[in-house]
């Protein structure tokens, strides 16, 4: 019994020893699994890293180029605004060009002198004054007498017919403008003219009036006598159907002239004005067509 206690006490510190070593085998094995513990979480944590920088590098690319389309978008837009814009002005010259009278078209230097005369005149307005608008019978009518010595009805007849279907035909006419009557027996010719009345043109602006009258010539041997009247105007069309106006309401002395008639008036006046112009050029028309044949 005493050999076998012996053989414990000996044994004893070797069996601690041992134990001790294999704590310490235990402990070294804890720590090392920490550390790859930990080497594998800063792993993760990089990998993770990486994934979101190149993800953030994708997004940074896709929004530069998305800068970029839109920028191109942009300059391409500004491009067809100024392509637009440039057409748009082409075009409004190209209007106002068009937008014109044609029957008073001439060179430039005999609008230029009758520029210089009317400046020279004491009162450019004076042939616009009183007694401008004849009235017959309570309607605003011109009346012309063309002496054409030698020449018959029916020669007369087919000079005026020849002349009125080709001023209905001209540019600036509408489609109501025609020959509406042809009276060949009679020699007696009657013509409906639809027109547009210029006032005033620029790039922004258009100031014009549909205006619609008669003209009825009856030919006689050796004589033509022309009378042009019935006169309306249709202004401003695109405005609820636009303004429309008789003449013997608008353009007569009582409308188309101020009070103390010295004056033409501030509206109606410039009706008045182009209305005496444009019966002024029908008449010089048919007077050149029947005397400078003659």
């Known amino acids: 019994m005493k050999k076998i206690a012996l053989v414990i006490l000996l044994c004893l510190p070797m069996s ?6 294999v704590n310490e085998a235990k402990q070294k094995a804890e720590l090392a699994k920490k550390a790859a513990e930990e080497a594998a979480r800063k792993a993760e944590e990089a990998r993770i890293a990486a994934l979101k920088a190149e993800e953030a590098a994708k997004a940074a690319e896709a929004a530069a180029k ?18 637009e814009k440039a057409k748009a002005e082409a075009k409004a010259q190209k209007e106002i060009k068009a937008a014109t009278n044609k029957w008073e078209a001439g060179n430039q230097e005999r609008a230029q002198k009758a520029m210089e005369a009317a400046a020279a005149a004491p009162d450019p307005d004076a042939k616009y004054l009183g007694g401008a608008v004849p009235e017959v019978d309570g309607h605003v009518e011109w009346q012309l007498s063309v002496d054409v010595p030698g020449k018959s009805a029916e020669w007369i007849y087919d000079k005026l017919g020849q002349l009125f279907t080709d001023m209905t035909h001209a540019e600036g006419q509408m489609e109501q403008s025609r020959v509406a009557l042809a009276d060949e ?14 006032f005033r043109t620029s790039v922004l602006s258009l100031d ?15 004589r033509a006598d022309v009378k042009l009247g019935r006169i309306n105007y249709v202004y401003e069309e695109n405005r609820n159907g636009g303004q429309k106006y008789k003449a013997e309401e608008w353009i007569t002395d009582k409308y188309g002239l101020n009070k103390s008639k010295t004056k033409l008036a501030r509206l109606s006046g410039k009706f008045r004005r182009k209305t005496i112009d444009r019966k002024d050029s029908i008449f010089k028309e048919i007077k050149n067509t029947l005397l400078l044949e003659n």
């Open 185 to 198: 027996d009679n020699h007696t010719l009657g013509v409906r003219f639809q027109e547009w009345m210029v």
């Open 208 to 222: 014009r009036t549909e205006v619609n009258f008669t003209v009825i010539a009856e030919c006689k041997d050796g």
């Open 16 to 21: 601690m020893q041992a134990q001790t070593v």
């Open 66 to 83: 998305a800068e970029a389309k839109a920028k191109n978008t942009e300059k391409a837009k500004a491009d067809a605004k100024l392509e």
